[in-house]
């Protein structure tokens, strides 16, 4: 079972920046794909940004040239330094890993933490 925490949340206002960080319970980023997702009120969870064991990364339209995700394995942590934030930036941010474990896939999720971009 992994554990997947997340920190880094909270107002700020529209130009500004955030980073996030998610700490994993252990050494996941050689099997797993680790990313952000990001669910608005009233809107379907989506993509923010994901990074590969292989180290590929991919962003969502909306937030490339803006946000960029980087990890630190030893430290096992995943980051997403969110710079020129939008009022529609707004939205509880998700860590998630993904990936085949002892032959199954898994998922996991954090329990998620707040950014509001707002003057």
């Known amino acids: 079972q992994v554990q997947l925490v997340e920190s880094g949340g909270g107002l700020v206002q529209p130009g500004g920046s955030l980073r996030l960080s998610c700490v994993a319970s252990?050494?996941?980023?050689?099997?797993?794909?680790t990313g952000w997702y990001r669910q608005a009120p009233g809107k379907q969870r989506e993509l923010v940004a994901r990074?590969?064991?292989?180290?590929?990364?991919n962003y969502a339209d909306s937030v490339r040239g803006r946000f960029t995700i980087s990890r630190d394995k030893p430290r096992n942590m995943v980051y997403l330094q969110m710079n020129s934030l939008k009022p529609e930036d707004t939205a509880d941010y998700y860590c998630?890993?993904?990936?085949?474990?002892?032959?199954?896939?898994?998922?996991?999720w954090g329990q998620g933490t707040q950014v509001t971009v707002s003057s």
């Open positions: 998630n890993a993904a990936g085949i474990v002892a032959g199954d896939l898994s998922e996991y």
């Open positions: 252990g050494s996941i980023f050689s099997i797993m794909a």
């Open positions: 990074i590969t064991p292989g180290g590929r990364i």
